[in-house]
């Protein structure tokens, strides 16, 4: 059993100590803390120590439970130079559950992730091909007309909402796009066996940027935009302005149920579509149950769907894709995706990207 300093004591550390049984996954040798204040005291039953504890103890790890991350990975680096292999983020503990659970898995590609993590930090993607976006130089322009950064994607001006207001906040989300776009990603909603034909109708239910959509636009014939925040509305429009021939914006929640701001994808397209893609956090499921009709008179259906928001939802997706005579499939590989909107803690299932269908 790994010996452990843990670092901090706030939320984080409660969090943890809440949801899991910490101390039979290691050896707590106690924990490390920069308040004053808090040295001498203890936290869950074991001293906290200021930092200079660590000239005396050398842990097998060190694990940061704050969202100060960086900060404190530096500062022990800094003071402990021959440390840079033992210091762990907080999904530490939640990559021990994982490994413990897949541990005798027969699963090839289970396989795959456990191998990369008993080197690496456990993250949404865990895969070799994340690292080459580690250094990825992003040029991000802010355009003075609409007060909203931007950047070149595939030669085209792919613009961000104003709540992206630094350029280094907009970097990060470009890179966050392009590993969920990579071709080795479990997120991947196109490749060369599945992609959008020339003059197809798609529907792009939970829009957010848009780049899935900016990616296909020239071989569209109509493209129907369904976002509901007002600022990623803002930042589509300013993005498609040169394709108003071609896009239809709708702010609706695409739902099972058609009152007010929801609606069902019967109630807001009443023509055959050739494709939707889907990506409303959880709902996905519920917004097929509301898209019989549509789904029906559409022939050439084809659909990537968002499954890695609930445990369950590739289960329920599938099951709802069946129902319409739809055969699907998924991406290959897994995702860890920790923060689901409707449970209340942190998943450690390993689960799949997209479900993909096809009539």
């Known amino acids: 059993m790994e010996k452990v300093f843990i670092w901090g004591t706030g939320f984080i550390s409660q969090q943890i100590f809440q949801d899991y049984d910490v101390f039979s996954q ?24 200021e930092p ?17 991350y960086n900060e404190i990975k530096s500062q022990i680096l800094k ?57 990825f130089d992003i040029d991000i322009l802010f355009d003075d007309y609409c007060g909203m950064y931007f950047t070149y994607h595939n030669s085209k001006k ?32 196109l490749d060369f066996d599945f992609n959008i034909n020339e003059g197809d109708v798609v529907v792009d ?20 935009l369904i ?31 058609d009152e007010g701001m929801f609606a069902t994808l019967d109630e807001l397209i009443d023509a055959p579509v050739d494709f939707i893609k ?3 956090e959880g709902n996905e499921w519920d917004a097929l149950l509301g898209a019989e009709k549509l789904i029906t008179q559409s022939p050439n259906m084809r659909c990537a769907i968002c499954a890695y928001h609930g445990d369950f939802d590739e289960v329920l997706i599938r099951n709802a894709l069946d129902k319409y005579k739809i055969k699907s499939s998924t991406t290959p590989g897994y995702m860890w995706f920790p923060l689901k909107i409707r449970q209340t803690y942190v998943s450690t299932r390993l689960v799949r990207g997209i479900v993909r269908g096809r009539k």
Request: proline content about 2%; some cysteine.
């Open 79 to 135: 003071e402990f130079p021959v440390m840079p292999d033992i210091v762990e983020n907080k999904n530490y503990f939640y990559k021990h559950c994982i490994m413990k659970r897949y541990r005798d898995s027969h699963d090839s590609e289970i396989k795959q992730i456990l191998k990369y993590l008993e080197k690496n930090d456990l993250q949404v993607f865990n895969y070799d091909y994340v690292k080459k976006y580690e250094q």
């Open 227 to 257: 976002e509901i925040n007002e600022e990623w509305i803002e930042a589509i429009q300013q993005t498609f302005k040169d394709y108003l021939d071609k896009i239809i914006i709708i702010k609706k929640f695409v739902t099972s149920i």
């Open 26 to 49: 290691c050896d707590v040798l106690g924990f490390i803390d920069n308040d004053i204040k808090k040295i001498g005291t203890t936290f869950q039953g074991k001293e906290i120590f």
């Open 205 to 224: 239910i939970g829009v957010a940027e848009g780049i899935f959509s900016l990616d296909i636009i020239e071989k569209v014939s109509r493209l129907y």
């Open 158 to 189: 792919l613009y961000f909402a104003r709540f992206l207001d630094t350029e280094q906040k907009v970097k990060e989300y470009y890179k966050s796009l392009l590993i969920e776009q990579d071709k080795e990603s479990p997120h991947r909603y």
């Open 278 to 280: 889907m990506d409303i």
């Open 52 to 68: 200079a504890i660590l000239h005396s103890i050398f842990p097998d790890k060190i694990v940061v439970l704050t969202d100060c």
